[in-house]
């Protein structure tokens, strides 16, 4: 069983910067694929981005490309979300995520999940 622990998240002014982590432990990580997923109050959980097992494959949302980056550290098994220029629509719980396919980017791909950090970006 693959477990999630996600980390970084806090309160940010809009334009200012966050870094999120997530540490895996449980099953083989480097064969995973990553992804971060985000829920606003009120919203569906939506897709922010997804890395594929050895990072060859990297996907982002329209609406964070350009601003936010994902990474992964297989030795580490860590996965992490650096977030620029943050504006007050990406306040929300950020998820990290784990996908048995090594390519997985859907939403259904993922089947482990963490427990959410909030991001909080004010005006």
């Known amino acids: 069983q693959v477990q999630l622990v996600e980390s970084g998240g806090g309160l940010v002014q809009a334009g200012g910067s966050l870094g999120l982590s997530c540490a895996a432990s449980?099953?083989?990580?480097?064969?995973?694929?990553m992804g971060w997923f985000r829920q606003a109050p009120g919203k569906e959980r939506e897709f922010v981005a997804a890395?594929?097992?050895?990072?060859?494959?990297?996907y982002y949302a329209d609406s964070v490309k350009g601003r936010f980056t994902i990474s992964r550290d297989n030795p580490k098994n860590t996965v992490y979300l650096q977030m620029n220029n943050l504006k007050p629509e990406d306040t929300a719980i950020y998820y990290c995520?784990?996908?048995?396919?090594?390519?997985?980017?859907?939403?259904?791909?993922?089947?482990?999940w963490g427990q959410g950090t909030q991001v909080t970006v004010s005006s």
């Open positions: 890395i594929s097992w050895r990072a060859d494959v990297i």
């Open positions: 449980g099953g083989t990580f480097s064969t995973y694929a």
């Open positions: 995520a784990a996908s048995t396919s090594a390519y997985g980017s859907e939403y259904g791909d993922f089947g482990f």
